[in-house]
């Protein structure tokens, strides 16, 4: 009897372990498929695909909404933000969220993107569409430029022509640089900013940003790249004549570098639609601030008195200035 029941047993033992056994090869390819796994991004926003968007940065800080500030800072502007970068601190705001036009401002994304894609050739052609509007570094078509060289041109004296010119041996030319603006824009977490041309110039569509993003976008551009910080920073600027185009002499129309000790540039702007607008960047007593004003009819003062308070605000002592 006891061998019968253990005969059993084994039975009942063996036939589990084929089981088992059976069951697991049977369902292994099933566990060994590869999977596809699809990006739920649009196709634009890919690594892949883009590489505006290969470097993700949402430093997207809360810029506060300031019930306690002076109302006779900034008064002629429609928008306006200082921030310092330093503390991370909100030391004056005015609409800063608001949509509006940023003229030449728009140069800013325009540096961005092209020192992100430069030409491996570094030689870049002016023809006769890249000259528009008033503002221009003097180029002639025919002439070849390196891309340092333009990012002077587009940043010192506000050339249009050197926008063009950047945004026309873009891969893919005009609109794809365009397109790149506006993706790098989205990159960097701004929904309130759109791009319809590299100069900022009026006329060609909604173009558009905000106080806010404008901060953003400086940021970004004075942290990534030193060519930037060196060009925005630079009174003048020489560049000598070669067998591929003239001599060019260059100055910044951003004079608060002069009149206010600290400063290191950034950008001017003006169309009679976006007013006179301003990007300051400061550096003094170990803080790193940036100043946007909108839409200003007295761009320079109110900026320099937007810097006054908002260094008294940190408990540091202005400079003396113009």
């Not at 036939?15 to 056994?21: D, E, G, Q």
């Not at 006329?203 to 976008?217: F, H, K, N, P, R």
Request: hydrophobic letters at 40%; one cysteine or more.
């Amino acid at each position: 009897m006891r061998t019968v029941q253990r005969m059993w047993l084994f039975s009942i033992f063996f036939l589990i372990i084929f089981i088992a056994t059976a069951s697991f090869w049977a369902f292994k390819p099933a566990f060994s498929e590869e999977k596809t796994v699809v990006s739920p991004l649009p196709p634009d926003l890919t690594l892949e695909k883009n590489s505006q968007v290969r470097l993700l940065d949402f430093w997207k800080p809360l810029f506060a909404k300031l019930s306690a500030n002076d109302v006779s800072l900034a008064k002629t502007a429609k928008a306006a933000l200082l921030f310092d970068l330093t503390t991370d601190k909100t030391l004056f705001e005015k609409n800063s969220t608001d949509r509006l036009p940023m003229a030449s401002l728009a140069k800013i994304m325009t540096a961005i993107v092209a020192l992100e894609n430069p030409e491996s050739s570094d030689k870049y052609v002016v023809t006769e569409e890249d000259m528009v509007g008033e503002d221009s570094m003097g180029l002639t078509p025919g002439e070849s430029v390196s891309l340092e060289e333009l990012i002077y041109g587009l940043m010192l004296p506000s050339g249009n022509d050197a926008a063009e010119v950047l945004a026309n041996n873009f891969s893919g030319r005009r609109e794809a640089f365009i397109k790149a603006m506006n993706l790098k824009a989205k990159a960097l977490g701004l929904g309130d900013t759109n791009f319809t041309n590299p100069s900022g110039l009026q006329g060609d569509g909604d173009q558009y940003t905000t106080a806010s993003d404008l901060v953003v976008i400086t940021k970004y551009a004075l942290e990534n790249f030193p060519l930037f910080r060196r060009v925005v920073s630079a009174f003048t600027h020489e560049i000598p004549a070669t067998d591929m185009h003239k001599y060019f002499y260059l100055e910044n129309a951003t004079n608060l570098i002069t009149s206010y000790p600290g400063v290191k540039g950034v950008k001017t702007g003006f169309t009679p639609e976006a007013g006179m607008c301003l990007v300051t960047y400061l550096e003094y007593d170990g803080h790193k601030i940036i100043g946007v004003l909108l839409n200003s009819e007295n761009r320079r003062q109110e900026m320099k008195d937007l810097l006054d308070d908002g260094l008294k605000t940190l408990g540091v002592t202005p400079p003396k200035h113009d």
